[in-house]
């Protein structure tokens, strides 16, 4: 029924070779069901790091999560993350415990995962171990809590983004006492760190089905987002199944529907919620820089277009349109002035000018203030196709306004 590369089975095969229990686990069994590949293989095991370390002895094997129970075995490059069963001690505070206790027993393993899909084991010679009814519930395409759903999110609240994040990426619907528990449960993800929403929401986001789930969750976006108003969630949940699914586009659409309907403000408004959130400088640039794109008018002609593109980049222009389309702005002309843009790719920024610093003072420019003020000056000239981007025209233009300086 499923296909195990060879590599793994040899890692099982290893383990139980050394008297230890060993299945794969968690995510690559859901996949291989669901006729996917699997993005990695995780193992778990009843012997302990140091005797998942014997087993593999002469081969390269990092301790990247040994507290935890697990170690990474590398073949060929590739890493396979084999852990040890594991029980969770306490949870404080609604996050992941601490402390976790080494247990011999597999089921108790599966128990404390967090979704029924999530929570099935296979061994290539014993075949699937499905405690709770996982493969019928991916046959159902259900999300559904391992256990009772309010102590499951009530220990660890991140559980509440992953459903959404499963139900976003896998397209499955969430089981109503698990969707219940959820919405109910949404006030204590608070508790949870920046770092780990932000990775459950980048998926959650660029999933296929995620404007779904905004729109049928928009409580617990706004446990993130408090700015925003259900409506803004539902309406930027409509707008994002329209774009594609790259991470800045869509929390810029999320942004923008509060932009909209007045929740959000501004772009620097949103610039410091992204900041607290702790998403990476790149993706706040990226963000902040559609959405002050799209707070523009729209070009009114060409070179209004080239302005917006010299300011804001040709690809930002073109996001920023798709974003505008997606909440259902006409474009007018826009669109045809961004692929005459992407088309001719005229001068936009100094570094595309036929000019350079250097020509310019070789011509007479003083460093410094007048030096950038004349580079200013020419590219506008340039943008505003007053002057050709050609040297000669450029620096003849430059002695003239020079001469007409002096
Ligand atoms: P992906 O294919 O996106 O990596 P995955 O199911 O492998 O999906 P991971 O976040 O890599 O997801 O987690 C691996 C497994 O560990 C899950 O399938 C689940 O069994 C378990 N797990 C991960 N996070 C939690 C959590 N917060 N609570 C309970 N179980 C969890
Ligand atoms: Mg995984």
Request: glycine share 10%; net charge neutral.
């Amino acid at each position: 029924m499923i296909a195990v590369p060879g590599q793994v089975e040899w890692i099982l095969s290893k383990l139980n070779q050394g008297g230890y229990e060993a299945y794969l686990v968690g995510g690559c069994v859901r996949d291989i069901l669901l006729g996917k590949l699997p993005q990695d293989w995780d193992v778990a095991t009843g012997a302990r790091p140091e005797q998942v370390k014997a087993c593999f002895e002469g081969y390269s094997v990092l301790e990247t999560g040994i507290r935890h129970g697990t170690v990474t075995l590398l073949l060929d490059h590739v890493p396979y993350e084999i852990t040890t069963f594991r029980k969770e001690g306490a949870y404080a505070d609604h996050r992941r415990p601490k402390e976790v206790a080494f247990i011999g027993e597999l089921e108790e393993d599966l128990k404390r995962r967090d979704f029924t899909v999530n929570a099935m084991a296979y061994h290539p010679k014993t075949g699937l171990r499905d405690c709770f009814g996982g493969e019928k519930d991916l046959k159902d395409r259900l999300i559904r809590a391992v256990g009772n759903p309010e102590t499951r999110f009530s220990e660890d609240a991140l559980r509440i983004l992953r459903a959404l994040r499963f139900a976003s990426t896998l397209g499955f619907s969430i089981e109503p006492r698990t969707k219940g528990a959820l919405l109910s449960m949404r006030g204590q993800l608070s508790f949870v760190s920046p770092e780990r929403k932000r990775e459950e929401l980048t998926k959650l986001l660029t999933g296929p089905c995620a404007g779904r789930v905004l729109q049928e969750a928009p409580e617990v976006f706004r446990e993130l987002f408090p700015a925003l108003g259900e409506k803004s969630v539902r309406l930027a949940g409509a707008a994002l199944e329209q774009l594609p699914p790259r991470l800045e586009l869509r929390l810029a659409a999320l942004c923008f529907g509060g932009c909209l309907t007045g929740e959000g403000e501004s772009p620097a408004f949103w610039e410091a919620r992204l900041k607290e959130q702790k998403w990476s400088n790149e993706v706040i640039r990226r963000v902040v820089g559609l959405l002050s794109c799209a707070g523009e008018p729209l070009p009114s002609d060409w070179i209004g277009a080239k302005g917006l593109a010299a300011r804001y980049g040709i690809a930002p222009l073109e996001d920023s349109l798709r974003l505008k389309a997606a909440f259902g702005s006409p474009q007018g002309e826009a669109g045809a002035w961004v692929r005459r843009l992407k088309e001719e790719r005229p001068c936009l920024s100094f570094k595309e000018l036929e000019v350079t610093g250097r020509d310019l003072l070789h011509a007479g420019a003083l460093p410094g203030k007048e030096l950038g003020q004349s580079l200013e000056w020419l590219l506008q000239e340039v943008l505003e196709e007053r002057l050709p981007n050609r040297k000669e025209a450029l620096l003849q233009a430059f002695r003239r306004r020079m001469g007409r300086k002096d």
